[in-house]
T-cell receptor, first 116, second 114 residues
Framework: SQTIHQWPATLVQPVGSPLSLECTVEGTSNPNLYWYRQAAGRGLQLLFYSVGIGQISSEVPQNLSASRPQDRQFILSSKKLLLSDSGFYLC???????????????FGNGTRLTVT | GENVEQHPSTLSVQEGDSAVIKCTYSDSASNYFPWYKQELGKGPQLIIDIRSNVGEKKDQRIAVTLNKTAKHFSLHITETQPEDSAVYFCAASPRGGATNKLIFGTGTLLAVQP
Protein backbone atom coordinates (compact mmCIF):
# COMPACT_ATOMS: atom_id res chain seq x y z
CA SER A 1 0.00 0.00 0.00
CA GLN A 2 1.01 3.60 -0.49
CA THR A 3 2.19 5.83 2.33
CA ILE A 4 3.24 9.45 2.51
CA HIS A 5 5.65 10.89 5.06
CA GLN A 6 6.26 14.48 6.00
CA TRP A 7 8.81 15.90 8.38
CA PRO A 8 9.29 17.55 10.66
CA ALA A 9 5.87 17.53 12.32
CA THR A 10 6.45 20.90 13.97
CA LEU A 11 9.00 23.62 13.39
CA VAL A 12 9.69 26.99 14.97
CA GLN A 13 11.96 29.24 12.96
CA PRO A 14 13.02 32.89 13.29
CA VAL A 15 12.23 35.45 10.62
CA GLY A 16 14.91 35.49 7.94
CA SER A 17 16.03 31.91 8.46
CA PRO A 18 15.90 29.28 5.69
CA LEU A 19 13.33 26.52 5.43
CA SER A 20 13.34 22.99 4.12
CA LEU A 21 10.33 20.68 4.46
CA GLU A 22 10.51 17.21 3.03
CA CYS A 23 7.87 14.82 1.77
CA THR A 24 8.32 11.28 0.50
CA VAL A 25 5.87 8.78 -0.94
CA GLU A 26 6.23 5.02 -0.82
CA GLY A 27 4.46 2.26 -2.68
CA THR A 28 3.84 4.05 -5.97
CA SER A 29 5.80 5.31 -8.93
CA ASN A 30 5.73 8.65 -10.71
CA PRO A 31 3.04 10.16 -8.49
CA ASN A 32 1.71 13.66 -8.97
CA LEU A 33 2.87 15.60 -5.91
CA TYR A 34 1.42 18.69 -4.27
CA TRP A 35 2.20 21.22 -1.54
CA TYR A 36 -0.74 22.92 0.14
CA ARG A 37 -0.78 25.50 2.92
CA GLN A 38 -3.54 25.76 5.46
CA ALA A 39 -3.75 29.04 7.31
CA ALA A 40 -6.09 30.01 10.13
CA GLY A 41 -7.05 26.36 10.63
CA ARG A 42 -9.25 26.20 7.58
CA GLY A 43 -8.81 26.74 3.84
CA LEU A 44 -6.37 24.72 1.75
CA GLN A 45 -4.32 26.78 -0.66
CA LEU A 46 -2.38 25.00 -3.40
CA LEU A 47 1.22 26.24 -3.54
CA PHE A 48 3.02 23.90 -5.97
CA TYR A 49 2.45 20.72 -7.89
CA SER A 50 4.70 18.40 -9.83
CA VAL A 51 4.02 15.75 -12.46
CA GLY A 52 7.61 14.48 -12.63
CA ILE A 53 11.22 14.89 -11.56
CA GLY A 54 12.33 18.49 -11.96
CA GLN A 55 8.86 19.60 -13.12
CA ILE A 56 7.34 22.19 -10.79
CA SER A 57 4.28 24.36 -11.32
CA SER A 58 3.71 27.31 -9.01
CA GLU A 59 0.21 28.41 -8.18
CA VAL A 60 0.87 31.44 -6.03
CA PRO A 61 3.89 33.75 -6.31
CA GLN A 62 5.50 34.02 -2.91
CA ASN A 63 8.50 33.55 -0.73
CA LEU A 64 8.60 29.79 -1.23
CA SER A 65 9.97 27.37 -3.81
CA ALA A 66 9.62 23.65 -4.44
CA SER A 67 11.86 21.00 -5.90
CA ARG A 68 11.52 17.36 -6.87
CA PRO A 69 15.00 15.84 -6.95
CA GLN A 70 13.74 12.25 -7.00
CA ASP A 71 10.59 10.55 -8.24
CA ARG A 72 8.96 10.24 -4.82
CA GLN A 73 10.53 13.18 -3.01
CA PHE A 74 9.11 16.67 -2.85
CA ILE A 75 10.78 19.53 -0.99
CA LEU A 76 9.41 22.91 0.02
CA SER A 77 12.02 25.60 0.65
CA SER A 78 12.56 29.22 1.48
CA LYS A 79 15.75 31.24 1.62
CA LYS A 80 14.39 33.75 4.14
CA LEU A 81 11.20 33.12 6.09
CA LEU A 82 8.61 35.82 6.70
CA LEU A 83 6.11 36.00 9.56
CA SER A 84 3.37 35.42 7.00
CA ASP A 85 4.88 32.02 6.12
CA SER A 86 3.52 30.57 9.36
CA GLY A 87 0.93 27.89 8.78
CA PHE A 88 0.23 24.21 8.37
CA TYR A 89 1.93 22.74 5.31
CA LEU A 90 0.53 19.64 3.71
CA CYS A 91 2.04 17.39 1.10
CA UNK A 92 -0.20 15.19 -1.04
CA UNK A 93 0.09 12.68 -3.88
CA UNK A 94 -2.18 11.49 -6.66
CA UNK A 95 -1.99 8.51 -8.99
CA UNK A 96 -0.30 9.63 -12.23
CA UNK A 97 -2.42 7.22 -14.27
CA UNK A 98 -5.55 9.27 -13.64
CA UNK A 99 -5.49 11.42 -16.76
CA UNK A 100 -9.00 12.67 -16.11
CA UNK A 101 -8.04 13.85 -12.63
CA UNK A 102 -11.03 12.19 -11.04
CA UNK A 103 -9.23 10.44 -8.24
CA UNK A 104 -8.46 11.67 -4.74
CA UNK A 105 -5.43 13.38 -3.30
CA UNK A 106 -3.83 11.54 -0.39
CA PHE A 107 -2.41 13.84 2.27
CA GLY A 108 0.40 13.51 4.75
CA ASN A 109 0.01 14.61 8.35
CA GLY A 110 1.50 18.01 7.75
CA THR A 111 4.15 20.29 9.24
CA ARG A 112 3.13 23.03 11.64
CA LEU A 113 5.49 25.97 10.94
CA THR A 114 5.68 28.93 13.29
CA VAL A 115 7.84 31.85 12.23
CA THR A 116 8.79 34.06 15.17
CA GLY B 1 -11.24 29.18 -12.78
CA GLU B 2 -13.15 26.91 -10.43
CA ASN B 3 -14.53 28.34 -7.19
CA VAL B 4 -16.02 26.21 -4.41
CA GLU B 5 -18.22 27.63 -1.67
CA GLN B 6 -19.04 25.63 1.45
CA HIS B 7 -21.75 26.14 4.10
CA PRO B 8 -22.12 26.28 7.01
CA SER B 9 -18.72 27.20 8.44
CA THR B 10 -19.67 25.68 11.79
CA LEU B 11 -22.30 23.10 12.66
CA SER B 12 -23.27 21.76 16.07
CA VAL B 13 -25.56 18.73 16.38
CA GLN B 14 -26.65 16.37 19.13
CA GLU B 15 -25.33 12.84 19.05
CA GLY B 16 -27.62 10.69 16.94
CA ASP B 17 -28.89 13.58 14.81
CA SER B 18 -28.04 14.06 11.14
CA ALA B 19 -25.60 16.61 9.76
CA VAL B 20 -25.67 18.14 6.28
CA ILE B 21 -22.91 20.20 4.68
CA LYS B 22 -23.44 21.86 1.32
CA CYS B 23 -21.06 23.02 -1.41
CA THR B 24 -21.51 24.83 -4.69
CA TYR B 25 -19.05 24.99 -7.56
CA SER B 26 -18.72 27.33 -10.50
CA ASP B 27 -17.08 25.30 -13.30
CA SER B 28 -19.66 23.14 -15.05
CA ALA B 29 -16.81 21.02 -16.48
CA SER B 30 -15.81 19.77 -13.01
CA ASN B 31 -16.24 16.03 -12.87
CA TYR B 32 -15.01 14.80 -9.50
CA PHE B 33 -16.10 15.80 -6.00
CA PRO B 34 -14.35 14.35 -2.92
CA TRP B 35 -15.04 15.01 0.74
CA TYR B 36 -12.31 15.08 3.36
CA LYS B 37 -12.34 14.87 7.15
CA GLN B 38 -9.56 16.60 9.07
CA GLU B 39 -8.96 15.89 12.73
CA LEU B 40 -6.94 18.25 14.86
CA GLY B 41 -3.25 18.26 13.98
CA LYS B 42 -3.62 15.79 11.12
CA GLY B 43 -3.87 15.90 7.37
CA PRO B 44 -7.25 15.64 5.61
CA GLN B 45 -8.46 12.10 5.00
CA LEU B 46 -10.78 11.12 2.16
CA ILE B 47 -14.13 9.88 3.45
CA ILE B 48 -16.23 9.66 0.30
CA ASP B 49 -16.19 10.90 -3.28
CA ILE B 50 -18.55 11.11 -6.24
CA ARG B 51 -18.04 11.45 -9.97
CA SER B 52 -20.18 13.50 -12.29
CA ASN B 53 -21.91 10.51 -13.86
CA VAL B 54 -23.49 9.56 -10.50
CA GLY B 55 -26.18 11.40 -8.52
CA GLU B 56 -25.76 9.79 -5.13
CA LYS B 57 -23.34 7.56 -3.27
CA LYS B 58 -23.56 5.99 0.17
CA ASP B 59 -21.07 4.40 2.52
CA GLN B 60 -22.64 3.29 5.80
CA ARG B 61 -23.61 6.48 7.68
CA ILE B 62 -22.18 8.81 5.06
CA ALA B 63 -23.78 9.83 1.77
CA VAL B 64 -23.03 12.40 -0.89
CA THR B 65 -25.48 13.82 -3.43
CA LEU B 66 -24.66 15.72 -6.60
CA ASN B 67 -26.91 18.04 -8.60
CA LYS B 68 -25.02 18.89 -11.79
CA THR B 69 -27.72 21.23 -13.09
CA ALA B 70 -27.58 23.38 -9.98
CA LYS B 71 -23.84 22.78 -9.52
CA HIS B 72 -24.05 21.79 -5.92
CA PHE B 73 -23.22 18.72 -3.87
CA SER B 74 -23.85 17.80 -0.26
CA LEU B 75 -22.48 15.55 2.47
CA HIS B 76 -24.96 13.79 4.73
CA ILE B 77 -23.93 12.12 7.97
CA THR B 78 -26.62 10.16 9.78
CA GLU B 79 -26.64 8.95 13.39
CA THR B 80 -23.76 11.24 14.26
CA GLN B 81 -21.28 10.19 16.91
CA PRO B 82 -18.77 12.24 18.95
CA GLU B 83 -15.93 10.83 16.83
CA ASP B 84 -17.49 12.51 13.78
CA SER B 85 -16.41 15.85 15.26
CA ALA B 86 -13.82 17.34 12.89
CA VAL B 87 -13.41 19.83 10.06
CA TYR B 88 -14.92 18.66 6.78
CA PHE B 89 -13.82 19.91 3.37
CA CYS B 90 -15.48 19.54 0.02
CA ALA B 91 -13.52 19.84 -3.21
CA ALA B 92 -14.00 19.92 -6.95
CA SER B 93 -11.69 18.80 -9.71
CA PRO B 94 -11.97 20.83 -12.92
CA ARG B 95 -11.55 18.73 -16.02
CA GLY B 96 -9.27 19.19 -18.98
CA GLY B 97 -6.28 21.25 -20.07
CA ALA B 98 -3.36 21.58 -17.70
CA THR B 99 -5.59 21.34 -14.67
CA ASN B 100 -4.12 18.94 -12.19
CA LYS B 101 -5.50 19.97 -8.85
CA LEU B 102 -8.41 19.98 -6.43
CA ILE B 103 -10.12 23.22 -5.46
CA PHE B 104 -11.24 23.10 -1.84
CA GLY B 105 -14.08 24.72 0.05
CA THR B 106 -13.30 26.69 3.20
CA GLY B 107 -14.28 23.89 5.57
CA THR B 108 -17.04 23.14 8.09
CA LEU B 109 -16.27 22.60 11.75
CA LEU B 110 -18.68 19.89 12.91
CA ALA B 111 -19.21 19.45 16.65
CA VAL B 112 -21.24 16.47 17.81
CA GLN B 113 -22.47 17.00 21.35
CA PRO B 114 -22.74 13.80 23.46
Amino acid sequence: SQTIHQWPATLVQPVGSPLSLECTVEGTSNPNLYWYRQAAGRGLQLLFYSVGIGQISSEVPQNLSASRPQDRQFILSSKKLLLSDSGFYLCAWRDYRDRSYNSPLHFGNGTRLTVT
Amino acid sequence: GENVEQHPSTLSVQEGDSAVIKCTYSDSASNYFPWYKQELGKGPQLIIDIRSNVGEKKDQRIAVTLNKTAKHFSLHITETQPEDSAVYFCAASPRGGATNKLIFGTGTLLAVQP
